[in-house]
């Protein structure tokens, strides 16, 4: 990593690392399964990918109704977005959130989804901010959605004049 600190691949891994949850570790794995980057042009591309995509069931006029995730993408990489999931969700040992964003979201859908359905949705959450991070080469910044939504609205004003 240190003779390589000028590269492409080692310049997102340290942006990886740079999310509240993601580790050295989880950052070489993720990015040792995800190879080349700019093979994605969106988020479901990587959703894909690492098999957090819908299963669907059909079969002619039939219509499955149970929909689970399809794991026919990197187990490892699929390992990884789970554990940073679940560190993003938990709280630190004086009480506060790891990303209060996520820890929000996550509580708000478990109160009408089953928990595994509620931490997929998380999941798909740290998915594309995953791709956020490395699509836009910049460092994992926790922004609540009202800010969110203030800079999106000024960035499209400042477009629009």
């Not at 003779?3 to 949850?21: A, R």
Request: charged content about 25%; glycine content about 6%; hydrophobic content about 40%.
């Amino acid at each position: 990593m240190n003779t390589n600190e000028d590269t492409e691949f080692v310049k997102q891994i340290h942006l990886i690392e740079s999310f509240k949850g993601a580790g050295f570790l989880s950052a070489v794995s993720l990015m040792g399964e995800i190879g080349d980057f700019s093979a994605f042009r969106s988020p479901k591309q990587l959703f894909a990918y690492f098999g957090l995509d819908p299963e669907v069931k059909q079969s002619g006029k039939f219509n499955g109704t149970k929909v689970s995730m399809s794991k026919r993408g990197s187990r490892i990489a699929r390992m990884v977005i789970h554990t940073m999931t679940l560190i993003s969700i938990s709280k630190n040992k004086d009480g506060s959130a790891n990303n209060p964003v996520l820890r929000d979201y996550y509580l708000l859908k478990c109160k009408s989804k089953p928990k595994m359905v509620t931490l997929g949705a998380v999941m798909h959450k740290v998915c594309n901010i995953v791709f956020a991070i490395l699509r836009d080469e910049k460092e994992f910044k926790i922004i609540t959605p009202e800010e969110h939504q203030i800079n999106y609205l000024e960035a499209k004003c400042d477009v629009a004049v």
